[in-house]
């Protein structure tokens, strides 16, 4: 999950408004591709784990581990991809930046 690490640098100049929303749009649509990999990859594991935990005479059942592990961490992907990443994306990261530059822009006066 690299939302926090860009590989481009939202503020350079040299980038128009039609380019950075491009690579925005990339970044998102890469995010929540990862998650529905994720999920392709999960489906079938957990039948499989399944089949094997119904076919195996044995008096518990292992399935519910695996689901409750993997399904807690792909829990946390859906949220980072289609969730925290809007919320906590460029706008958040904008803000934190103008409010940093205008303290540093006080305390440079005040010297």
């Keep these: ?6 590989h481009y640098d939202n503020d350079d100049t040299s980038l128009t408004d039609e ?5 925005e749009a990339r970044h998102r649509a890469h995010q929540r591709m990862g998650f529905l990999y994720h999920l392709a990859v999960f489906i079938p594991v957990m ?11 044995n008096d518990g059942w292992f399935i519910q581990w695996v689901a409750g592990i993997w ?12 969730i925290l990443d809007d919320l906590l994306g ?5 803000r934190i930046f103008e409010t940093q530059l205008t303290a540093l822009k006080e305390r440079s006066r005040r010297r």
Excluded: C, N, S, W
Aim: net charge positive.
């Design 1 to 6: 999950m690299r939302g926090h690490f860009r």
């Design 19 to 23: 380019e950075r929303l491009q690579r």
């Design 47 to 57: 039948l499989l784990i399944l089949a094997i935990d119904v076919l195996t005479p």
């Design 71 to 82: 399904g807690g961490i792909l829990a946390i992907h859906f949220l980072y991809a289609f």
């Design 90 to 94: 460029p706008a958040l990261e904008r």
